[in-house]
T-cell receptor, first 116, second 114 residues
Framework: DAGITQSPRHKVTETGTPVTLRCHQTENHRYMYWYRQDPGHGLRLIHYSYGVKDTDKGEVSDGYSVSRSKTEDFLLTLESATSSQTSVYFC???????????????FGPGTRLTVT | SQQGEEDPQALSIQEGENATMNCSYKTSINNLQWYRQNSGRGLVHLILIRSNEREKHSGRLRVTLDTSKKSSSLLITASRAADTASYFCATDANSGAGSYQLTFGKGTKLSVIP
């Protein structure tokens, strides 16, 4: 593992409440990503970061926001959770994009979120 | 939308047999990667093949890439029960401004029966 932790690992929340998931890395990787994994859809990119305070939207960003105030932490916030956001959320990191060997992404263990 | 689509969705084989999974994608790529996911865990990188490569080996893994057909295959030889996992292909799409994104397929679930 590349020293990636996610918290919490499991969460149950009610519709309409805000939720923040945290990804923490100890590898000083520049790039960080949030994906969601749903049956029949594989992994879909929500948001990503290419540096501190540099973030951009992915394929399924509606209803989500992110922040990255320091290299090691990437936060994903569900502003007002809905049942459609029930999913498993994965954080990933990547060292850089400067060489072919740096294209590998390292994944955290995932957070299982249930919105009731 | 998904860039890569794996085939088959599920595959069950006996230990010792070879397992072949296929991935098709839609647009031009720079590189294609394969990842493995054990049940309840995060994905783990297996191998990367560049768009100008046709075949690559890593241990019991063999990956081929046919850019004219926009397809790749992953072969696992002499499978073991520990190979039981889901396998995903991922293609890249440089987005400019120093960013980099992977687009994952839906995966093939491999079961290796002891």
């Amino acid at each position: 593992d590349a020293g990636i932790t996610q918290s919490p690992r499991h969460k149950v929340t009610e519709t309409g409440t805000p939720v923040t998931l945290r990804c923490h890395q100890t590898e000083n990787h520049r790039y960080m990503y949030w994906y969601r994994q749903d049956p029949g859809h594989g992994l879909r990119l929500i948001h990503y970061s290419y540096g501190v305070k540099d973030t951009d939207k992915g394929e399924v960003s509606d209803g989500y926001s992110v922040s990255r105030s320091k290299t090691e932490d990437f936060l994903l916030t569900l502003e007002s959770a809905t049942s459609s956001q029930t999913s498993v959320y994965f954080c990933a990191t990547q060292t850089s994009i400067s060489t072919i060997s740096s294209y590998e992404q390292y994944f955290g263990p995932g957070t299982r979120l249930t919105v009731t | 939308s998904q860039q890569g689509e794996e085939d088959p969705q599920a595959l069950s084989i006996q230990e010792g047999e070879n397992a072949t999974m296929n991935c098709s994608y839609k647009t031009s790529i720079n590189n294609l990667q394969w990842y493995r996911q054990n049940s309840g865990r995060g994905l783990v990188h297996l191998i990367l093949i560049r768009s100008n490569e046709r075949e690559k080996h890593s241990g019991r893994l063999r990956v081929t890439l046919d850019t004219s057909k926009k397809s790749s295959s992953l072969l696992i030889t002499a499978s073991r029960a520990a190979d039981t996992a889901s396998y995903f292909c991922a293609t890249d799409a440089n987005s400019g401004a120093g960013s980099y994104q992977l687009t994952f397929g839906k995966g093939t679930k491999l079961s290796v029966i002891p």
